[in-house]
């Protein structure tokens, strides 16, 4: 039981480029999501999932598109990367929606885009 | 507008006294508020909660203290280890929906 995976762990782009940020979970958890983390801002949801094939916008969701095909992955593509999207992104899966006690992060992709 | 507002960005305590973070909120429709823990160059990990319907929650050390009329949460940490030296974030949900609201977090020093 692996948990929740994030890849790669560290990313360098340049202005423009395009990558995916992987996100997997084996907890058979419906609920996905994904924040990112900057300094002095706490962590702010992106997009989530409540299911395979239904995908939704949190706070911050410009920039960055999401899809769920399958109940186990859930990926963050980044379609230009910019300077403002250097952060640190977290994956997370919850049996119940809204989180809590339920709700496991992975450990983080850390995204420099110069 | 942040609606979950943690406003000191850290705190020092002595080991094996108590630790009190506190959060602030502007939402009224909040009605379940939880703490996360985190390491460095690690994801927060789920620590406490408690349902806007009680007024306090205990779970070994930690203590989450909820006072509805003055939009103030509390987490009282007794007696502080060094383990607990992280940074805190404090969150909260609207009831019926999917999203989580996170402060911006306090980092949490324990002094030897």
């Known amino acids: 039981n692996a948990g929740v995976t994030q890849t790669p762990k560290f990313q360098v782009l340049k202005t423009g480029q395009s990558m995916t940020l992987q996100c997997a979970q084996d907890m058979n958890h419906e609920y996905m999501s994904w924040y990112r983390q900057d300094p002095g801002m706490g962590l702010r949801l992106i997009h989530y999932?409540?299911?395979?094939?239904?995908?939704d916008q949190g706070e911050v969701p410009n920039g960055y598109n999401v899809s769920r095909s399958t109940t186990e992955d859930f990926p963050l593509r980044l379609l230009s990367a910019a300077p403002s999207q250097t952060s640190v992104y977290f994956c997370a899966s919850s049996y119940s929606r809204g989180g809590g006690e339920t709700q496991y992060f992975g450990p983080g992709t850390r995204l420099l885009v110069l | 507008d942040q609606q979950v507002k943690q406003n000191s960005p850290s705190l020092s305590v002595q080991e094996g006294r108590i630790s009190i973070l506190n959060c602030d909120y502007t939402?009224?429709?909040?009605?379940?508020f939880l703490w996360y823990k985190k390491y460095p160059a690690e994801g927060p990990t789920f620590l406490i909660s408690?349902?806007?319907?009680?007024d306090k929650n205990e779970d070994g050390r930690f203590t989450v203290f909820l006072n509805k009329s003055a939009k103030h949460l509390s987490l009282h940490i007794v007696p502080s280890q060094p383990g607990d030296s992280a940074v805190y974030f404090c969150?909260?949900?609207?009831?019926?929906?999917?999203?989580?609201?996170f402060g911006k977090g306090t980092r949490l020093h324990i002094l030897p």
């Open positions: 999932s409540v299911g395979a094939g239904i995908t």
């Open positions: 939402n009224s429709m909040f009605d379940y």
């Open positions: 969150a909260a949900r609207i009831v019926g929906d999917d999203k989580i609201i």
């Open positions: 408690i349902s806007s319907i009680k």
